[in-house]
Nanobody, 115 residues
């Protein structure tokens, strides 16, 4: 069982930046960020493997950067040029090799972008 703890959410004006962090209790193959706005499904934002292969949602390409420190079992999401439509609860998700979707979830952190 892997536990995930997120930090770094908050309130920011459009065009601003935030950095999210997710600490895992152990090493795991893939870690990523997902977001869920009110009344909508939870969607992938970005994910990264232990080998640092990445995958991004089209809506965040060029604005968000995911990175990972394997020694610290930590994944980061640098979010730049934030837009009101980025407002959501952001969840850290992780899975083992060969598993297509997250097996483990963090508690979520709120990101609110205002004009």
């Amino acid at each position: 069982q892997v536990q995930l703890v997120e930090s770094g959410g908050g309130l920011v004006q459009a065009g601003g930046s935030l950095r999210l962090s997710c600490l895992a209790s152990g090493s795991i193959f893939s870690m990523g960020w997902y977001r869920q706005a009110p009344g909508k499904q939870r969607d992938l934002v970005a994910r990264i493997t232990r080998g640092r292969s990445t995958d991004y949602a089209d809506s965040v390409k060029g604005r968000f950067t995911i990175s990972r420190d394997n020694a610290k079992n930590t994944v980061y999401l640098q979010m730049n040029n934030l837009k009101p439509e980025d407002t959501a609860v952001y969840y850290c998700g992780a899975q083992n090799w060969g598993v297509p979707d997250p097996e483990y979830w963090g508690q979520g952190t709120q990101v609110t972008v205002f004009l």
